[in-house]
């Protein structure tokens, strides 16, 4: 990649996606940002703005929001994918004649919820095992990066050269990013944290308090360099911006789905009703909740606030229950 001004293919044109448009559209880059509805994508390049997704924030007119896969992906330095974990595959497999060839970026919190594969993985299995990837995380939330906050955040690749490199193209003065080598261990943190977000959502829905918080969330980072190195990341990556700095933001930011969907299931609504409510976002942590739990289970590793979510969200545990009996065996 070069060191001048790129040219950038967004897949996604939720929040994620903007936010990435409108950090890489500011330094000047060429941007065309791919939407699944020619409607959204007619309505940012009119109005300079998505209002389903990021309201309130402009973006550059560098940016093109288009419906055409050829359209977006054409001559790109860097194809980004930003859609939710469950997409992956189908948005692989949908774009491959555009970017089998391509170094890839991909933004996704979570796993892939039939089989519990990683992003990388299942982006390997339907663009080739030789494909460069590298994925961003840290706490960056989009409605701060869209809006010039300082932000720190990884990006993790096997290929080391992609990494410096993406960083050296998405730095600016309010975005800083390190290069990382643990690509499974960052995939996982985004994953994990996302369950713990929806605990402490829980425990802020039914008022419990800092110090119950506190307590899960240092068993949320407990559990989650645990699974980081029995499923054979390495256990330091839970301990840098990528683990702990986004579990830290994403349980306790206003602009946490995670969060809320907690805060919701506390309050009585059924798991149906808040996805109504979120108007098309997605809350990763929900099916990561199943996919991380069986993979708990089939390495053998005891994680006590997974298994608890998990039974709050698939076996209709109450929750005064789950916290008695995640209490009892702390």
Not at 150 to 170: F, G
Not at 204 to 228: F, P, V, Y
Not at 234 to 244: D, H, L, N, P, R
Request: glycine share 10%; charged share 25%.
């Amino acid at each position: 990649m070069k060191d001048n001004k790129e040219k950038i293919a967004i897949i996604g044109g939720g929040s994620s996606g903007t936010s990435m448009a409108i950090l890489l559209g500011g330094s000047g880059h060429e941007v065309r940002l791919w939407c699944r509805r020619r409607e959204l994508a007619d309505n940012i390049n009119r109005e300079g703005e998505n209002k389903q997704y990021l309201k309130g924030y402009s973006i550059p007119k560098s940016v093109t929001a288009t419906h055409s896969a050829s359209e977006c992906t054409k001559d790109s330095d860097l194809i980004v994918l930003a859609v939710p974990s469950d997409f992956m595959r189908q948005t692989a497999i949908q774009f491959s004649d555009y970017i089998s060839r391509s170094a890839i970026l991909h933004t996704v919190k979570g796993i892939e919820s039939d089989s519990g594969k990683l992003m990388s993985e299942v982006l390997k299995e339907e663009l080739g095992a030789d494909t460069k990837i590298a994925v961003i995380s840290g706490p960056n939330h989009a409605e701060e990066v869209a809006g010039g906050l300082p932000t720190a955040t990884v990006v993790a690749s096997e290929h080391k050269a992609l990494s410096v490199s993406i960083c050296n193209l998405l730095n600016a003065p309010s975005f800083k990013s390190y290069p990382l080598w643990d690509i499974k261990g960052v995939e996982l943190c985004g994953a994990i944290k996302n369950i713990v977000a929806i605990a402490i959502g829980i425990c802020d829905g039914i008022g419990l308090g800092d110090n119950a918080k506190a307590s899960l969330l240092t068993l949320g980072l407990s559990e989650m360099s645990r699974i980081a190195e029995g499923l054979g990341a390495k256990k330091e990556t839970c301990f840098s911006i990528a683990g702990v700095g986004d579990l830290i933001a994403t349980c306790s930011s206003k602009h946490s789905r995670n969060r809320f969907v907690g805060e919701m299931l506390a309050q009585g609504h059924k798991i149906e009703e808040i996805n109504t409510r979120m108007h098309g976002m997605v809350a990763e942590g929900v099916k990561n909740t199943r996919s991380i739990y069986n993979l708990c289970k089939s390495h053998k590793l005891d994680t006590i606030l997974i298994e608890h979510m998990y039974r709050v969200l698939y076996e209709n545990l109450d929750i005064p229950s789950a916290i008695e009996q995640t209490m009892d065996r702390l």
